[in-house]
C-alpha cells in the first residue's frame, strides 16, 4: 500500500511539473452558437444547389408541416445545446437539458410514428431516391464538424454526448430535406430521409467512444 | 479572488475553487496542493462498495490524471466539487466496466484478494514472464514501445517523449495506461 502511495505522490508530483497555463474552454453557448450559424448556412447552400420544393410557398400554410419543422428545429437546437453542455464533467449543472432533449426527441418520434401508422400505406424498399445521398450531403460536414468541436470538451456521457450530436446533425438535415423534397409521403420520409440519419446514428456510436475518449 | 498572483509562491489553504482558477493560470504550487487536497477526498468517495480496497487507490490515480487532463473544462463561476465528482464517477464506472469486461479479472476477483498480494517469484506464478509477454502482445505498438522504453529499458518520460515526438505528459499518461491494462489482463 506505501507503493501504491508512493506512486500517487509521484503523480502528484509530475502533474504538478507539467502544469502549463490552460486556455479555459468558452461557455457551451459561445461554442454552440457558431456550430449552429455554420450548419444553418450550409443547410441553406445545400438547398440552394438542390432547389426548394415546388410547392415550397403553399407549404408554408400548412400547420402540419409547419408544427413538424418548429419541433424538429426546437429539438435540434436543444440538442445541440446539451452536446456542447455535455462537454463539461459536469455540465454546469444544467443536467435539465438532458430531460429537455430527450422529451422533445420523444415527441418527434411520437409524430413521426403516429403518421406513419396513419398514412403508411407502402415502404419504398427498392429502388434508390436522390434523397438518400442528399441526406448524407446534408449531415455530413456539421456531424464531422460537430465531433471535432465535442472533441474538445471532456464528457463524462460519452454515449448520450453522441446521441446528442447525431439529433442536433439529423434534425437540421431532416429539415433540408423537407424543404428540397416535393414528397410528404410517409414511407418515403422514413426511409429516404431518417434512415441514413440512423445509419449514421448507429456508425458515429460504433467509433464514437474513441473520439470521445480522455 | 482573495488571492493576487504574487502570493503564488506561498499558497495558504484556499478552497478549491480558488485553487483550480489558480492552476489554470499555471500556478504549480497551487495546483501541488490541490491535487494533494483533493487525492483523499476522491478516495473516500470512490472506496465504498469496490470488491477490492486496492482499486480506490488505482481508480484515484486515474481521477488526478483525468483531472489534469482537463483542467480547461472547469469554469472559475461554478463550484469544483461537482465538476470533481462527475469525472470521480466517470473513472470509477470506466474502471469497473474495464475490469468486469475482462472474463479472467472477473473470476480473480471472487476469488481470495490476497492473491493480488502474492509476490511474482511464487512457485505458482511460473511463466508468468511469458504471459506478460503475451498481454503485451495484445497492447497497441505505439502504447507497448512507450511501456517498454519506460518501464523495462528505464529511459526516462522526457527521452521517450523526445523518441516518440510526443508531449511528457502523454507519454505518462500512455504508460500509465499501459500499465493498467497489463494488471487488466493478468488479473
Redesign the interface.
Given at each position: 500500500m506505501t507503493r501504491v502511495a508512493n506512486k500517487t505522490n509521484n503523480i502528484i508530483d509530475d502533474l504538478a511539473a507539467e502544469l502549463k497555463p490552460v486556455k479555459v474552454l468558452r461557455h457551451p453557448f459561445m461554442r454552440a452558437f457558431p456550430w449552429l450559424v455554420f450548419t444553418v448556412l450550409y443547410i441553406l447552400l445545400g438547398i440552394f444547389l438542390l432547389g426548394v420544393r415546388g410547392d415550397f410557398i403553399s407549404k408554408l400554410n400548412d400547420s402540419s408541416y409547419i408544427f413538424e419543422m418548429s419541433l424538429v428545429l426546437v429539438m435540434s437546437i436543444s440538442a445541440t445545446m446539451c452536446s456542447l453542455w455535455m462537454c463539461v464533467p459536469d455540465m454546469r449543472g444544467q443536467k435539465w437539458l438532458v430531460a429537455t432533449s430527450l422529451t422533445l426527441i420523444s415527441v418527434v418520434l411520437a409524430w413521426i410514428i403516429t403518421q406513419a401508422v396513419m398514412n403508411m400505406d407502402h415502404v419504398p424498399f427498392g429502388y434508390w431516391s436522390h434523397c438518400f445521398s442528399d441526406a448524407v450531403f446534408f449531415g455530413l460536414l456539421p456531424a464531422a464538424s460537430i465531433v471535432f468541436i465535442s472533441m474538445k470538451g471532456s464528457t463524462t456521457q460519452p454515449y448520450l454526448m453522441i446521441l446528442m450530436n447525431v439529433i442536433a446533425v439529423s434534425g437540421l438535415g431532416y429539415i433540408g430535406l423537407r424543404i428540397t423534397c416535393a414528397s410528404d409521403d410517409i414511407g418515403h420520409i422514413c426511409v429516404f430521409h431518417i434512415l441514413p440519419y440512423i445509419a449514421l446514428g448507429a456508425f458515429i456510436g460504433m467509433i464514437g467512444r474513441r473520439f470521445y475518449r480522455w | 479572488m482573495g488571492i493576487a498572483n504574487d502570493d503564488s509562491q506561498n499558497p495558504q489553504t484556499d478552497s478549491w475553487e480558488e485553487l483550480a482558477i489558480l492552476?489554470?493560470?499555471?500556478?504549480?504550487?497551487a495546483?501541488?496542493q490541490l491535487?494533494?487536497e483533493i487525492?483523499p477526498y476522491i478516495k473516500v468517495r470512490i472506496s465504498g462498495g469496490l470488491a477490492n480496497p486496492?482499486w480506490s487507490?488505482?481508480i484515484?490515480?486515474e481521477v488526478?490524471?483525468?483531472v489534469?487532463?482537463?483542467?480547461?473544462?472547469?469554469?472559475?463561476d461554478?463550484p469544483f466539487k461537482?465538476?470533481l465528482?462527475?469525472?470521480t464517477?466517470?473513472r470509477r464506472t470506466d474502471f469497473l466496466r474495464k475490469h468486469y469486461k475482462n472474463k479472467s479479472a472477473k473470476e480473480a476477483s471472487q476469488e481470495n484478494t490476497d492473491i493480488f498480494s502474492n509476490n511474482v517469484t511464487h512457485d505458482s506464478h511460473a511463466g508468468e514472464l511469458l504471459d506478460i509477454e503475451k498481454a503485451l502482445g495484445k497492447i497497441p505498438d505505439k502504447q507497448r514501445k512507450i511501456f517498454k522504453l519506460m518501464k523495462i529499458e528505464g529511459y526516462s518520460?522526457v527521452e521517450v517523449a523526445e523518441e516518440m515526438d510526443m508531449s511528457?505528459?502523454a507519454v505518462?499518461v500512455s504508460a500509465?495506461r499501459t500499465a493498467g491494462k497489463l494488471k487488466e489482463m493478468l488479473g
Open positions: - | 492552476s489554470q493560470s499555471g500556478d504549480k504550487r495546483y501541488r491535487l494533494s487525492a486496492d487507490e488505482e484515484m490515480q488526478l490524471i483525468s489534469h487532463k482537463s483542467l480547461k473544462s472547469y469554469c472559475a461554478r461537482p465538476w465528482n462527475a469525472i464517477q466517470f518520460a511528457v505528459s505518462k500509465h
